[in-house]
C-alpha cells in the first residue's frame, strides 16, 4: 500500500509550508491534483492521510483530490483524446506513437493555513 508513503510525503511538504511565526498553525486544507494513471486509490490516500495526521497540526486537514483524467496525443496523425486507462496506441490510425499529455500528475496545487487562538 504505497498511499502511506505518498500521504507521509504531503505531510512533510505540507508541514515544511507552514509559516514559522504561526501560532498553533492548522492546515485546513490540502489541494491535490492526482492522474488517473498515478495509481492512487483516493480513498486509501485520505485514510492512510487521517491516520499519518493525528496529533499533528494537519489532524483534520480536509484532503481534497481532484482526479485528472488521461489524455494523450499521437505523434503520427494529432488526434487527441481523454481515456480512463493506460493508452498507447492511438485511437484513430493504430500508431504506437503516442504522448501522453497528463494523467500521471501527483502535484500539491494549495495548501490553507490558519492561525490557531
Ligand atoms: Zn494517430
Redesign the pocket.
Known amino acids: 500500500m504505497h498511499e502511506m508513503g505518498i500521504a507521509l510525503e504531503i505531510i512533510k511538504i505540507a508541514t515544511d509550508s507552514i509559516p514559522a511565526n504561526l501560532k498553533n498553525p492548522r492546515v485546513e486544507r490540502i489541494n491535490l491534483k492526482v492522474g488517473k494513471l498515478a495509481a492512487v486509490v483516493p480513498g486509501s490516500l485520505k485514510f492512510c492521510f487521517e491516520v499519518a495526521t493525528k496529533d499533528t497540526p494537519l489532524e483534520g486537514a480536509l484532503l481534497h483530490i481532484e482526479e485528472i483524467p488521461v489524455s494523450a496525443r499521437?505523434k503520427?496523425?494529432?488526434?487527441s483524446w481523454t481515456a480512463i486507462k493506460p493508452v498507447f496506441i492511438?485511437e484513430?490510425?493504430?500508431?504506437g506513437s503516442v504522448d501522453l499529455l497528463s494523467g500521471l500528475e501527483l502535484d500539491i496545487v494549495s495548501i490553507e493555513v490558519e492561525e490557531g487562538a
Open positions: 499521437c503520427s496523425c494529432g488526434y492511438c484513430k490510425c493504430d500508431s
